[in-house]
């Protein structure tokens, strides 16, 4: 019998270890992709260790919220800024404007969010009409689909953008 | 290992990217989760013994079953029987060297299910049998003082009996260890529990006369160097290298 | 080379188990194949430093096992998995294989990650915590090779190591033994002709203690030609090999 992920950190609070192997298969894919945005390869790599003995410590204060995908990267998102953090700015990956009311390393895993938010078409689509200033009709016309559904692909982006955003904070 | 990528609707579709090398990243893990944090007698022989594996084998003593159910009965069996013997000095004298082989068969090939593989390993067959020894002493002399209350019987076996073998092979090992030699410890035990029986018996006159008499000498002196061969030929190891 | 014998003998009272063998190996996977009786466990005692030989001469990573600091050292860097190999059955898998991590000194830091890597090597992750005496034979197998590797050893002996594992984790242990191969001496003792063929780049074939054959498992199909017993061609120059050395 297959379990979600809920049922996983369920039975690792109640003390089956093998339950952290199968989040592990199942997440650490994504995770470091999504790491590997802001880290390098080792910082990414322990990064990704301390994330899952975070998971196995403190899967007893889990409770089941319908996104148990969101709890695993705000832990790893933590884990990321308290690496960078430990380093000091001078080895962090950083552009040079942070964001503000934010210290460079929550800056740095951010970008990486929105990044990968923004990839794919979807994201091709909202840098056409707002960094490219475009209009409904013209980035239609660019990427050969009717006006409609430039809308309905753009309020979907701005939707995904928007939970990202709200799932850093 | 294969990480599958994580399917679509588990945020974002990326695979792994090929330079992370998920299977370090979960043996790391695995290491953490499955580590075992020894106790604090663990940790104390460990520091005493310089050597973690012969703390490791000194408090798993007792959880290997067989063994030590045979080991205990053995140390008991032969103090029992020299309380209850004539007294004489000679079977004093032996009683170490029988309760040696006694415990050497318990963890010996023939029962210790592991043997051959320990026999290759780093640290020393031989030392580990004192440490096995010591542990075997100590113990029984736990219970022995938690049973001295109820009775004198036991009291007499585990003041007279247990509690100096324990000091006894407590003092070959640290000989064996600081030697790096199990028979130059083994040598050490029996010299001194052979010295412990002596000073008893002259003190409590039993051996007044005797003593006095060099006559008595070479008897003693022969008793102690077979009990040293008898201690060594229970720790030889069993037509192996040592 | 790791493995330097010359005219090694063992008898056990009028027994000649191993009688006058000569072997130079260096790194790579290699099979001793070989009849019940015909010396190959004694063999690998000898080399796992458990026994001492009668006579003759052996060199063990460029050490003589013979003086006691050296036997400590070739141990510390040797892994065996005896053909009988018992099992602590209170032991968890991890138990056991840190218990003979911390026999052969490995450095105390180095330790969990040693096993970690070594349990999930044979596949073992999901039963890491599991105690031995609720496992198949063929996992205890797996645990004795994993306690094997454990300290990355530069002589690795294995006797009789696929026994009671189902083909498919055969067909592992013989990748995890080319993997390993490539940067030790594997020495692998064992009855099944195929297990050698998939995994050995050198074989070496033991009759009443001595090696009747040595060279590759090609070599040895080679020799199978135009003989009728054996079912598969490695087989074949085995069961030909053998009828020549017997008298």
């Given amino acids: ?169 | ?242 | 080379m790791n493995v330097n014998l010359s005219d090694v003998r063992r008898s056990f009272g009028k027994n000649k188990a191993v009688d006058g063998v000569s072997l130079e190996l260096g790194t790579g996977v290699f099979g001793v194949l070989g009849p019940n009786g015909a010396g190959k466990t004694s063999l690998l005692r000898m080399l796992a430093t458990v026994l001492p030989p009668s006579s003759g001469e052996m060199s063990l990573l460029g050490r003589d096992p013979g003086a006691s600091a050296a036997r400590r050292d070739i141990r510390r860097r040797l892994g065996y998995l005896p053909q009988n190999l018992g099992y602590y059955g209170s032991f968890t898998v991890v138990e056991f294989v840190e218990y003979f991590a911390l026999l052969k000194e490995m450095p105390s830091p180095a330790v969990p990650k040693a096993v970690a890597a070594a349990v999930e090597r044979v596949d073992l992750g999901p039963k890491a915590k599991a105690k031995l005496r609720t496992l198949s034979g063929g996992m205890l197998r797996r645990v004795g090779i994993a306690q094997a590797i454990v300290n990355n050893p530069d002589l690795l002996l294995l006797d009789e190591p696929t026994a009671g594992l189902d083909p498919e984790q055969r067909v592992q242990f013989r990748s995890l033994m080319r993997t390993l191969g490539q940067g030790a001496t594997v020495i692998v003792s064992t009855h099944l002709v195929e297990d050698v063929g998939a995994a050995c780049s050198e074989v070496a074939l033991m009759a009443d203690g001595k090696v009747v054959f040595r060279g590759t498992p090609d070599e040895l199909t080679a020799r199978g030609q135009g003989h009728s017993v054996g079912d598969a061609p490695l087989e074949r120059g085995y069961s030909a090999v053998l009828a020549e050395a017997r008298p």
């Avoid at chain 1, 832990?75 to 001078?90: F, K, M, S, Y």
């Avoid at chain 1, 040079?96 to 951010?110: K, V």
């Avoid at chain 2, 640290?123 to 010591?134: F, G, Q």
């Avoid at chain 2, 324990?166 to 130059?184: G, Y």
Wanted: aromatic share 6%.
């Fill in chain 2, 1 to 242: 290992m294969n990480f599958p990528s994580a399917p679509d609707q588990r945020g974002s579709s990326h695979d792994s990217p090929g330079d992370v090398d998920l299977g370090r990243v979960w043996t790391a893990v695995a290491a953490e989760v499955w580590r075992r944090s020894p106790g604090w007698a663990e940790r104390a022989a460990a520091r005493l013994l310089r050597s973690p594996g012969l703390a490791r084998a000194l408090v798993t003593t007792p959880s290997l079953l067989l063994p030590w159910l045979i080991s205990t009965v053995a140390v008991f069996g032969i103090g029992a029987l020299i309380r209850l013997g004539p007294g004489q000095p000679a079977v004093w004298l032996v009683a170490p060297a029988v309760a040696a082989i006694g415990i050497a068969f318990a963890y010996g090939p023939g029962i210790d299910p592991a043997w051959e593989l320990s026999a290759s390993c780093a640290v020393s067959d031989r030392i580990v049998l004192l440490t096995r020894a010591v542990a075997v002493f100590a113990l029984n002399a736990v219970l022995g003082l938690l049973a001295s209350a109820a009775s004198g019987a036991v009291a007499a076996l585990t003041f007279g009996w247990l509690l100096p073998m324990t000091a006894v092979s407590a003092l070959a090992l640290a000989v064996a260890v600081a030697a790096r030699s199990a028979i130059v410890g083994a040598g050490a035990g029996v010299a001194a529990w052979v010295i412990t029986v002596l000073a008893t018996e002259t003190v409590s006159g039993r051996l007044t006369v005797s003593v006095t008499s060099s006559n008595a000498y070479l008897p003693y002196l022969a008793t102690a160097a077979c009990c040293a061969a008898a201690a060594v030929y229970a720790l030889r190891p069993q037509r192996g290298f040592q």
């Fill in chain 1, 1 to 169: 019998m297959v379990m979600d992920d809920d049922e996983l950190i369920a039975a690792l609070a109640a003390g089956d270890e093998t339950a952290l192997h199968e989040l592990f298969t199942r997440h650490a894919p994504w995770l470091a992709a999504r790491l590997r945005a802001a880290l390098a390869v080792p910082d990414a790599e322990d990064v990704l260790q301390e994330t899952f003995l975070a998971i196995w410590k403190g899967a007893g204060a889990y409770t089941p919220q319908g996104r148990p995908q969101a709890w695993i990267w705000v832990i790893a998102r933590n884990q990321a800024a308290l690496l960078l953090r430990r380093r000091g700015p001078d080895t962090a990956q950083l552009d040079e404007i942070p964001l503000p009311g934010l210290d460079p390393a929550e800056t740095a895993l951010i970008r990486a969010e929105i990044a990968a938010a923004l990839a794919g078409p979807d994201g091709d689509l909202l840098r056409i009409m707002y960094v490219q200033d475009r209009s409904v009709a013209e980035v239609a016309a660019i990427l050969g689909v009717p006006a409609g559904t430039v809308k309905s692909r753009a309020h979907r982006a701005r939707r995904m953008l928007q939970a990202t955003l709200r799932g850093t904070r």
